[in-house]
Every structure is written in C-alpha cells, then in structure tokens.
C-alpha cells in the first residue's frame, strides 16, 4: 500500500477542459514533489515544494499550474493541455529535507500516479 | 550539470540466477547520493538501494547489493536470487547534495523468467 495517495488514477480531458490532479501524504514529509513520466521513460521532475513553498520549476508551460495548500496536499492544476501532455504523473515526497542546508538526502516516496490523457 | 546513464535498455534472466543492472554517472560534486529505483507494471516507484558518495563501503540489502566505483563513476546493482517479484524498471538516480533534483537514468526492463 502507498502513503503517498494519488487522486484521479485515470483522466481523460480535452484541450478547453480544466482539471486538478491531487496528492496527499500523511508522513510529516516536508518536501513533495511532481514527476512526468511517458511511456518508457524515465520520470522528469516538474515541481519541488519544500516547506509549502515552491523550490523548483523545471521550466515548466504556464498550462501546469502547482497549488501545495498545506504540508500534506500537493495538488496540480491543468488548463489547455495539449495531446502531447498525456502521460502518467507522479506526485513523490520525501522526509530527510534538511530546512538551513536545503539537503535532500533521503527517500522519495511516490504515489501509484495519476494516468492523463488528452483529447 | 549531472548526467546519468543506463545502458542496458532490456535484461532477463532466469529465477534464482544473478542479475548485474550497470549505471555510470557524471556530475562535477564530490558529495552526492546514489539510488537504485524500482517501478513494477503498473505499481508505484519504490527504493530498492541507496548509496552515499562519501561512503567507500557498498550498500546492502538482503538480495540486493551495489558496486560502487566512484573513480570510475559506476554504480551497478546486483540482484542475488532473482524472484519474479523482481520483474520491473530499475531506475538508477542521482542527487547532488544541496540539491533537490533527483536525475534519473533511462531504466533498464528487467524479466525474471520463471
């Protein structure tokens, strides 16, 4: 079983539509992560929050829209996506973020991922 | 920039046999952790093994193990006693310390054959 939980497992949007991925861990992570992974490929890192405050944009479109409203939730707002957007998703936290030394040392703890298609 | 690289795409062995993943890395720190990562059809991404630089001594875990030569830069897992619960993508990952980019390799697809 996952503690970090992944909500929807499946969405099939199309390119006007507005959705939200959500992610939620309950591990006292201080740090959480989204990933995009395509078929066969390695995980790409999107976004860092570290202590609810965006660390990391890897140059992302402005069509991905991160939210991480408390310690516990991550959640990812989609806007006029693209087919080419379609992929799984992955949200990731992990525990040892050291806070003066901005460290990540330890384990990243991925939820089972959120499955996008765009029509 | 850190570079991470696998070039075993595809790997099957049979049940109970031993598997050697390899992975070569780049990056211009000398403090940085290793990770083997683990992703199953259709299942989360799971650590299997971690690695710290400054640690001359390889990592275990029980079946699992790593080789790890940091002059050379090649961080290999091996998989002792193959079960079909093995059956998986191994990512092999890199983080810099200081750093919170997680850079993975491109994986290699490894079938434990019954």
């Known amino acids: 079983d996952t503690e970090v939980t992944q909500t929807p497992k499946h969405l099939v949007m199309g390119m006007t539509n507005k959705k939200s991925l959500k992610c939620e861990q309950h591990?006292?992570?201080?740090?959480m992560y989204w990933y995009k992974q395509k078929a066969k490929k390695p995980p790409e890192l999107m976004f860092v929050?570290?202590?609810?405050?965006?660390?990391i944009n890897e140059s992302v479109p402005s069509r991905f829209s991160p939210e991480c409203p408390n310690s516990s939730l991550l959640n990812l707002h989609l806007h006029a996506l693209q087919p080419e957007d379609s992929a799984l998703y992955l949200c990731?936290?992990?525990?040892?973020?050291?806070?003066?030394?901005?460290?990540?040392?330890?384990?990243?703890?991925f939820g089972e991922g959120s499955r996008l298609t765009v029509l | 920039a850190q570079t991470v690289t696998q070039s075993q795409p595809e790997m099957s062995v049979q049940e109970a046999e031993t598997v050697t993943l390899s992975c070569t890395y780049d990056?211009?720190?000398?403090?940085?952790?290793l990770f083997w990562y683990k992703q199953p059809p259709s299942r989360q991404m799971i650590l299997v093994i971690r690695?710290?630089?400054?640690?001359?001594q390889n990592a275990t875990e029980n079946r699992f193990s790593v080789n790890f030569q940091k002059a050379a830069k090649s961080f290999s897992l091996k998989i002792s006693d193959s079960q079909l619960g093995d059956t998986a993508m191994y990512f092999c990952?890199?983080?810099?310390?200081?750093?919170?980019?997680?850079?993975f390799g491109t994986g290699t697809r490894l079938t434990i054959i019954p």
């Open positions: 990952g890199l983080t810099n310390f200081g750093n919170e980019k997680l850079t």
């Open positions: 591990m006292g992570h201080r740090a």
């Open positions: 929050y570290s202590y609810e405050k965006l660390s």
């Open positions: 990731a936290s992990s525990q040892d973020h050291d806070r003066l030394t901005e460290m990540n040392t330890g384990e990243l703890f």
């Open positions: 990056t211009s720190e000398n403090n940085y952790y």
């Open positions: 690695q710290e630089a400054y640690k001359q």
